[in-house]
């Protein structure tokens, strides 16, 4: 069963605290691994970030018509008609994926125990400063979307 109107927004809420959680357990072990050194034949810890697309609104609209498209010329809805007859969306409009960087910085540190023979060891391209800038953002959305619940949660209060 779909919940609407008030309760929506309850559902809404949850969903933005729910990907803050994911992106600050991210952001955090990101700063935990900023300092680690790879050792030799070992890859360098790879920092990660969620990335959220939400799904385009017409397309939404757009199946919940069910509507049949019908087409004069055969490259008409191209996009459509390789999909078949409409578009298929999940429940949650949301996707959400972890992008990884693969880039490593080389450190000239010939005293390290882990430096190659020139005297480099690698490490996570991780700037704690964005990170951390990263983490302020995270908290004021959080509490942007518990205000929101919140506020939600009275209205349906006061309505029932």
């Not at 397309?59 to 498209?69: A, E, G, V």
């Not at 010329?73 to 999940?90: A, C, E």
Request: without cysteine; glycine residues 4%.
């Amino acid at each position: 069963m779909e919940i609407k109107g008030l309760l929506s927004a309850l559902r809404n809420s949850v969903k933005g605290m729910t990907a803050q959680t994911k992106r600050l357990d991210l952001v955090s072990d990101n700063i935990a691994n900023s300092g680690k050194v790879a050792k030799p034949g070992e890859s360098v810890y790879q920092s990660k970030s969620l990335v959220s697309k939400e799904q385009n609104p017409f397309r939404r609209i757009l199946n919940r018509t069910q509507l049949s498209l019908k087409t004069n010329h055969k490259n008409h809805f191209n996009y459509l008609n390789k999909r078949g007859s409409g578009i298929k969306t999940s429940k949650n409009h949301q996707e959400y994926k972890i992008v990884k960087n693969e880039k490593e910085l080389l450190k000239y540190d010939p005293a390290h125990p882990y430096a190659d023979k020139d005297g480099y060891v690698r490490t996570p391209e991780i700037n704690v400063v964005e990170e951390m800038v990263d983490l302020m953002s995270i908290g004021r959305t959080y509490e942007a979307n518990a205000t929101s619940f919140k506020v939600a949660k009275e209205l349906a209060k006061k309505s029932l």
